[in-house]
């Protein structure tokens, strides 16, 4: 039995899932949950609120980018234990917070020590592990961290309703040490990794490393400021049209229940028609539906929808991914996707607080979701571009034999 072949690959996904599930959940949109308590405490905006979050996703980008090229240095088990343990240390410093500055410091941390040291190291660990049917593999990966990002925000605000907003940043704290510590002691390299990436994607037209991060990174970077708005603004704005924490929070885990299904499904498809027109039909799906979350107003609408528009966004994430590993050069591949991962989660960051601004110039989110939309049509045009030069000369590009690659 080859290495591609051990039934420990299928453990690789499960342990990564379940990282990526807690870890995730807390600094993509975890703090959507904290944004009417801090309010009503301190008296903080929505935006300086949101830039919580932009600190931790702008950390979250950097870290990916050093934690990439450690990891390729001392050895990625290592890596993902520091993180492991950073994530559950600053989640649990956050609850003593008395100033603003002290949550931007440590939820910087936490995304570039912590996050950073478990989103692209995993993702690129269960690449190398899958030479054939990464697509579905990367997918489950993904969907695991779609039932984080809608689990977290509904824990926190039952937390927050029984403990307060310190109890739950204490609470969250110490269950991710709990969870993710022994969890990183079962991460393992194929002995191979080397090689598996070196022929993973390495014989169909790819661009070059600092295009390819051009290109990509300026898709991402629309791509995911549309995807933060409602993974950051659909909790508060459910509670601003008087549904209560807990359902609002409902709302949010439903559309990620949805998420789980979609990241999954498009992974699949994925292997079936390829990884840009998988990113281009998520794209499209998300961008022609995320402005219809403000025409509703009561929580039946809000549970219905959420997970029609989940599904389809949820296949934006597994297409990004697959779509790196598409256009990139083996070579160097790694470093190419911790930089184009920084842009999307910049764009996170951007959306985030964007949206935070505009809902305070404002007083609705009519204007924050239009300008969400605005930016998923700009992410169409470059990935849909992108997508027709590489189709150029096709049938003179030798297609590849054996193993169902991303194409």
């Known amino acids: 039995m080859t290495d591609f072949q051990s ?89 003593q917070a008395r100033e603003l500055w002290q949550l931007y410091a440590l939820f910087f941390v936490a995304g570039a020590v912590g996050g950073g040291a478990l989103f692209a190291p995993l993702i690129t660990l269960v690449g190398v592990w899958f030479r054939a049917g990464a697509g579905l593999a990367i997918g489950l990966v993904a969907a695991g961290q779609a039932i984080g990002q809608g689990g977290v925000p509904l824990v926190s605000a039952l937390l927050i309703e029984a403990f307060g907003w310190r109890g739950a940043f204490m ?35 790819a661009l070059g490393a600092v295009s390819a991060v051009v290109v990509m990174g300026a898709a991402t970077l629309m791509c995911c400021s549309l995807m933060s708005v409602p993974l950051m603004h659909l909790l508060p704005y459910a509670q601003d049209c008087g549904i209560p924490a807990a359902q609002a929070g409902g709302i949010v885990s439903v559309m990620m229940l949805a998420a789980i299904v979609g990241r999954v499904a498009f992974g699949q498809l994925a292997d079936w028609i390829g990884a840009i027109p998988a990113y281009l039909a998520a794209s499209a799906w998300q961008t022609a539906l995320v402005f219809l979350f403000t025409q509703f107003h009561d929580v039946n609408q809000l549970l219905a929808f959420a997970p029609v528009y989940g599904f389809g966004y949820a296949g934006v994430m597994t297409g990004v991914l697959l779509t790196i590993r598409r256009v990139t050069p083996a070579e160097s591949r790694a470093t190419c996707t911790g930089v184009i991962v920084a842009f999307a989660w910049a764009g996170h960051g951007l959306g985030g607080v964007v949206g935070g601004y505009l809902y305070d110039a404002t ?45």
């Open 7 to 95: 039934p420990y690959r299928w453990v690789i996904v499960a342990v990564a899932a379940v990282m990526l599930a807690v870890s995730m959940g807390q600094l993509v949109n975890g703090l959507s949950s904290f944004f009417l308590p801090l309010e009503a405490e301190f008296g903080w905006g929505r935006g300086e609120i949101a830039l919580i979050n932009t600190f931790g996703l702008i950390g979250l980008g950097l870290g990916g980018i050093l934690m990439g090229r450690v990891a390729d240095r001392v050895g990625i088990r290592g890596v993902v234990l520091t993180g492991a343990i950073t994530t559950g240390l600053s989640v649990l410093a956050a609850s």
């Open 171 to 205: 609470t969250l704290g110490l269950g991710s040490l709990v969870t993710l510590v022994p969890l990183a002691l079962l991460i393992r390299p194929p002995p191979t990794t080397a090689a598996t990436v070196s022929q993973a994607g390495g014989d169909i037209r």
């Open 363 to 407: 007083a609705n989110y009519d204007l924050t979701f239009a300008v969400a939309a605005a930016a998923g049509v700009v992410n169409l045009a470059i990935v849909g571009s992108l997508g027709l030069w590489l189709s150029r000369d096709r049938s003179q590009v030798p297609s590849p034999r054996g193993a169902a690659l991303p194409r």
